[in-house]
């Protein structure tokens, strides 16, 4: 049977990945065909790479850890599943949990450099997919049931085979030319034609829309760490959607504005969110 590789850290998402095992697994298999696995904690790293390889798709689940680094290649866990899936072209979905909506327990919070590292591959993840976002073990288990049709095909049932009727004599009928009046013909010319339906327009990312007073103010504060020769329109861009709590976002739209590595982007981005932090402080305390 077809399998569908779930990675995830094991503990912060223990709830999520039981909710999906409970609530999926029974419809994946009747619909898909389709079974989901995913690698224990114990199990070793080439096995874990064994079982993504023989996936039909890729599920990354990410929370706020970045979980168990192998000591070969200085990349976590995850990383090396998910990086082994886009190596051999697998299909894949990704999901990062929201930080502002979903409840957080602290010990389920990365610090220092753990944190660093974790959000440089979801700005990296944010950059090659299209990402979606969880607020709840159930709501991550709705979206996978709603994606997983962009990576799997139905399992096509086989039909019982139809019984011949018996052949009808055939009547060759009496064909009467309808009468089209000119006031008929007018008006079937004069009807208009349906309309049809605009696609499906992607929603922007949030952002905070700065007027240009705002912005040549907050650019003022932050050219010091920007690029040379920076352009005032990425800049805005990635401006608006920091001060609407979208980094990854925003330093995204900063490397490709400034055509530089996401890794840069994102240390340009930080300083920039310290920068503007202090900047607002400053503001409310008179400083």
């Not at 619909?31 to 114990?42: D, Q, R």
């Not at 049931?145 to 052949?167: C, Q, T, W, Y």
């Not at 208009?192 to 929603?203: G, L, N, R």
């Not at 007027?211 to 103010?217: H, I, M, N, S, V």
Request: proline share 8%; glycine share 4%.
């Amino acid at each position: 049977m077809t399998t569908v590789f779930v990675s995830s850290t094991p503990f912060d998402l223990a709830v999520h990945r039981k909710r999906l095992s409970e609530e999926f697994t029974r419809e994946a298999a009747a619909y898909f065909g389709a079974t989901l696995t995913s690698a224990l904690p114990e199990t070793p790293i080439e096995d874990r790479l064994r079982l993504v390889r023989s996936a039909k798709a890729y599920i990354g689940v990410f929370g706020m850890v970045f979980g168990d680094v192998d000591a070969s290649t200085g990349k976590s866990l995850i990383q090396l599943e998910y990086l082994e899936a886009q190596l051999y072209c697998i299909p894949t979905l990704i999901y990062l949990i929201d930080e502002d909506e979903h409840p957080i327990l602290p010990k389920n919070v990365d610090t220092g450099i753990a944190a660093q590292w974790l959000a440089d591959f979801k700005a990296q993840l944010s950059q090659s997919h299209d990402v979606r976002f969880f607020d709840s073990p159930d709501d991550l288990v709705a979206k996978i049931h709603n994606d997983l049709h962009r990576v799997l095909s139905p399992v096509k049932k086989a039909v019982p085979a139809a019984v011949p009727a018996p052949a009808p004599v055939t009547v060759a009928p009496v064909t009467v030319p309808a009468v089209v009046t000119p006031q008929a013909q007018a008006a079937s010319l004069s009807t208009a034609a349906p309309e049809v339906a605009a696609p499906a327009v992607k929603k922007n990312a949030q952002r905070y829309l700065l007027t240009e007073p705002r912005f040549a103010f907050f650019k003022s504060k932050v050219l010091p760490v920007l690029p040379p020769d920076f352009d005032d329109a990425p800049l805005k861009d990635a401006l608006e959607l920091l001060l609407a709590s979208n980094t990854l976002a925003a330093a995204s739209s900063l490397a490709r504005g400034a055509m530089i590595p996401l890794e840069d982007a994102v240390e340009v981005i930080r300083k920039m969110e310290l920068i503007i932090i202090d900047t607002i402080y400053k503001q409310k305390n008179g400083g």
